[in-house]
Structures are given as structure tokens and as C-alpha cells.
């Protein structure tokens, strides 16, 4: 069965830090793109960060660069999203994508065949 599994999500302080996994089952991450997405009640989902598939180019957020950082292990085929110097905007439900060709630019939702399931991230005092 191909799938995502996302794990590490939760309840958080202001300028607290998360780490999102995401490992995949029953196909490999190498040469395709993978990607982080937020979707917060009443709002579009947005691109967060992303790894394009040619494994050495990545996008972020405008919002979030340089408090995030994505990253991955191939040998886990499992990638990460590292959440620092968290902000109450940053609260949404979070997606983890991965599968299809982007060489560049990897922050499109069409870009992605598989996603995980979604958890909640909550950055509050």
C-alpha cells in the first residue's frame, strides 16, 4: 500500500520548536519531489517547503524561511520538517506530499500524487 505517515505534531508555545516526520511506504522518495503543506480553517492550503526532484534545490515559504528547514533521510525514506521560533500564524493542519517532477520550483500542490494524513500543529500560550 503507498503511503504517508506523518507523526510529531502537538501544542506549542510561542517561539517553541516542532519537528514534523514523514515516512513513506511501499515506494522510495529518491528522485521525486517531497513537500510540506499547511492548511489553516477557512484558508486555502499553502506551500510550506519542499525538496524538488532533483534532490538538491529547495523552496520556502517567504513566511517561514529561516525558521524552518527541511530535510531527509533516504535511509528511512522518511523526511522531516524542523519548526523553530514557532508564531501563532504558523497554527494549521499539516501535510506532508511527496511523488511527481519538479525540478525547481516545488511549492504547487498539483506537483504531489501521495499525501499523509494531517496533524494539527497549535503554536499558543
Known amino acids: 500500500q503507498l503511503q504517508l505517515v506523518e507523526s510529531g505534531g502537538g501544542l506549542v508555545q510561542p517561539g517553541g520548536s516542532l519537528r514534523l516526520s514523514c515516512t513513506a511506504a511501499?515506494?522510495?522518495?529518491?528522485?521525486?519531489?517531497i513537500g510540506w503543506f499547511r492548511q489553516a480553517p477557512g484558508q486555502e492550503r499553502e506551500g510550506v517547503s519542499c525538496i524538488a526532484s532533483n534532490g538538491g534545490t529547495t523552496n520556502y515559504r517567504y513566511s517561514v524561511e529561516g525558521r524552518f528547514t527541511i530535510s531527509r533521510d533516504d535511509g528511512k525514506n522518511t523526511f522531516y520538517l524542523q519548526m523553530n521560533s514557532l508564531e501563532p500564524d504558523d497554527t494549521a493542519v499539516y501535510y506532508c506530499?511527496?511523488?511527481?517532477?519538479?525540478?525547481?520550483?516545488?511549492?504547487?500542490?498539483?506537483?504531489?500524487?501521495?499525501w499523509g494524513q494531517g496533524i494539527q500543529v497549535t503554536v499558543s500560550s
Open positions: 506530499a511527496a511523488g511527481g517532477i519538479a525540478d525547481y520550483f516545488c511549492l504547487s500542490k498539483e506537483t504531489y500524487a501521495y
Open positions: 511501499g515506494f522510495t522518495l529518491d528522485g521525486v519531489a
